[in-house]
């Protein structure tokens, strides 16, 4: 069976902690504690129990590789945690390409990237219109980054996430394919992944 992970890619059902902010976003979280709470009633007892919804990895017919449901999902299901390293955010490369920026405004800036460990949501490609939320929430001590299906997405149907302005705003990241493909495909409101090749990292 093909694989699309790296040789020596290891497999995270919860984060693997490297970094942690010297100052938390304290304030950030007084702020907006309330919806933090709401969400971790709704998906808390996932979210400890490091399961994913029933997705595979297989070749995107938008392009490279991509994450697909083997099951219906209705609005709200749980699609899963991103998971991967927590680090101290680095500079937009391609190092980077499989990571997501903590929202939450701690110093240093945190990040979670799956580059080298973490789950099969790191193969969710990007969309304008994307069928699934990525929303964040602090529990256990750390940030979470975690996915959710935006409507009812069909059994086979690829999983998309809107990646952010900022995400396709740094010049790096445009330069991982050419800009004419980048504006005609944002200009049709339709699909695209960063990272080239599915087995590019």
Known sequence: MESFYPADFEFLTQNRILQ?????????????R???????????????SGKTADVEVRRSSVHGCGLFAEKTLS??????????????ALPFTKKTDYAWL??????????????????ALRFANHSFEPNATAD?????????????AART????????????????????????????LFQNLKQKQT?????GECNKI
Do not use: C, M
């Open 20 to 32: 942690r902010p010297l100052l938390e976003a304290r304030n950030y979280y007084e702020r907006n």
């Open 34 to 48: 309330s919806e933090f709470e709401r969400l971790l009633k709704k998906y808390g007892k996932l979210i400890h």
């Open 75 to 88: 609005k709200g299901d749980w699609i899963g945690q991103y998971t991967g390293e927590q680090r101290w």
């Open 102 to 119: 903590v929202p939450a405004p701690t110093f240093p800036r945190l990040e979670i990237n799956a580059l080298k460990k973490g789950n």
């Open 136 to 148: 964040h929430l602090f529990a256990d001590g750390h940030w979470i980054i975690f996915f959710y």
């Open 153 to 180: 997405v069909e059994r086979g149907e690829e999983i998309f996430i809107d990646y952010g302005e900022t995400y396709w705003s740094s010049r790096q990241r445009e330069l991982h394919i050419p800009r004419e």
């Open 191 to 195: 699909a695209l992944s960063p990272g």
